[in-house]
Nanobody, 119 residues
């Protein structure tokens, strides 16, 4: 069983930056692909991006390309989402997930962290 805990959410101004962290309870996370998802207010959860278990590949949804970066530190069992040039429409609850590929098949989910961007 893998437990995931997100942190780093909060309030940011448009154009600002935040870095979200995802801490995993198990060292086996180093063998798992990791994803980030978000759920905007009143909308369904959507895919943000993912990172291969080795860290050698990342992909992002079009709306965040060039602004968001996913990285990981397997030695620390941590995954990060660096968010730059934030926009009002980035406001959402952000979730990290483990065990899937690209945008589907994730078996483990965190509880989410709120990101609010003021315009």
């Amino acid at each position: 069983q893998v437990q995931l805990v997100e942190s780093g959410g909060g309030l940011a101004q448009a154009g600002g930056s935040l870095r979200l962290s995802c801490a995993a309870s198990a060292r086996t996370i180093s063998l798992l692909n990791m994803g980030w998802f978000r759920q905007p207010p009143g909308k369904e959860r959507e895919f943000v991006g993912w990172i291969l278990w080795s860290g050698s590949r990342t992909d992002y949804t079009d709306s965040v390309k060039g602004r968001f970066t996913i990285s990981r530190d397997n030695a620390k069992s941590m995954v990060y989402l660096q968010m730059n040039n934030l926009k009002f429409e980035d406001t959402a609850v952000y979730y990290c997930a483990a065990g899937g590929t690209y945008d589907s098949g994730y078996q483990y989910w965190g509880q989410g962290t709120q990101v609010t961007v003021s315009s």
